[in-house]
């Protein structure tokens, strides 16, 4: 047999791990995204360049000069991106499976689905195209992986975003009161449903992953249930590892990096997983403590408010 190829590196670190951490640096910088799009930031125009334009100028509504100090098409659109994505700035809506969207935050799916694809290109087992693999096999674990993805992404970070912002509704209040649960924008029943339905989902689909590589213990499923819990101890009392500093933000950091590429791995070649493998990747989510502690800043007020010590506070 053909050894299998080295990933490929620069200056000694693999390209999937620089770009996994490209990636996690973009994720943290959205949270200082500014909730004023830049198109707002125009200036009126000045009384003396209206005068120097001629009568009909000077004649032009006053909604129309607004219009040009305020640019609503612009200012809308970016607003409605923001929400669709649960970043901050986002406009409010009355759209259901909008709001249930922004829940879910977007956002942050992105390192966690990158993680995936880093996983099975660690397993040694993905047939990439570029690697000389045929349409058919390519195709194939194209489609694994996007499903994988699925998991990883909208389904379990999903739950993780929407359970927090339950457990956070409180300081949400403060920080954030357009938020969808603070503003009332969704029932406490709805939102109860949406983390049971992302919940089960997300471990049904683990199960049936397992089932499709042929798994004699289901470790995909497995992984989904560690980090579910995670996710519950870290947002909900009493443990609430949010409110433990160091603790907490690692736990989260390591959710967003370990997690994904060991169920990445997992999946396409679950002999391919060793302790070797484990301990790098923990030490790698070392990284991803730094996100969360960059993320916590935006949280400050509302957690110095009701006594939350975050690392910041």
């Not at 929407?162 to 009161?177: K, V």
Request: net charge neutral; charged share 15%; with cysteine.
């Amino acid at each position: 047999q053909n050894p299998r190829p080295r990933p490929r590196t620069m200056a000694g670190v693999s390209l999937p791990s620089f770009a996994l951490t490209l990636v996690l640096f973009a994720h943290a910088c959205s949270a200082f995204l500014p909730a004023t799009p830049l198109g707002s930031m125009r200036h009126a125009p000045s009384l003396k360049s209206a005068s120097t334009r001629g009568p009909m100028a000077a004649r032009r509504p006053l909604s129309a000069l607004r219009m040009q100090a305020n640019p609503e098409t612009e200012e809308t659109a970016g607003s409605g991106l923001r929400q669709l994505l649960g970043v901050r700035g986002g406009s409010r809506t009355e759209n259901k499976w909008a709001i249930r969207l922004q829940l879910t935050k977007p956002v942050t799916w992105v390192p966690l689905i990158w993680g995936v694809a880093c996983g099975a290109a660690a397993s040694g087992k993905y047939h990439a195209i570029w690697d000389g693999a045929s349409f058919s096999d390519w195709s194939s674990d194209f489609g694994k992986a996007l499903v994988c993805m699925v998991l990883a992404g909208p389904l379990l970070t999903g739950y993780t975003q929407t359970i927090n912002d339950w457990y956070d509704r409180e300081i949400d209040a403060i920080n954030e009161p357009d938020r969808p649960i603070p503003s009332g924008a969704i029932s406490e029943n709805e939102v109860i449903a949406q983390i049971w339905a992302l919940l089960l989902g997300g471990l049904g689909l683990a199960y049936g992953l397992d089932v499709w590589a042929g798994h004699d213990f289901p470790s995909v499923l497995a992984l989904s249930v560690g980090g579910s819990f995670v996710s519950y101890i870290y947002s909900a009392p009493p443990l609430k590892l949010k409110q433990s500093g160091w603790i907490g933000n690692y736990a989260l950091g390591s959710s967003y990096i370990s997690l994904p590429w060991w169920c990445g791995q997992c999946f396409f070649n679950v002999d391919s997983f060793n302790p070797q493998v484990a301990v790098l990747t923990l030490l790698y989510s070392l990284a991803g403590l730094g996100i969360a502690i960059v993320n916590d800043f935006k949280s400050i007020e509302g957690d110095r408010e009701m006594g939350l010590m975050s690392l910041p506070v």
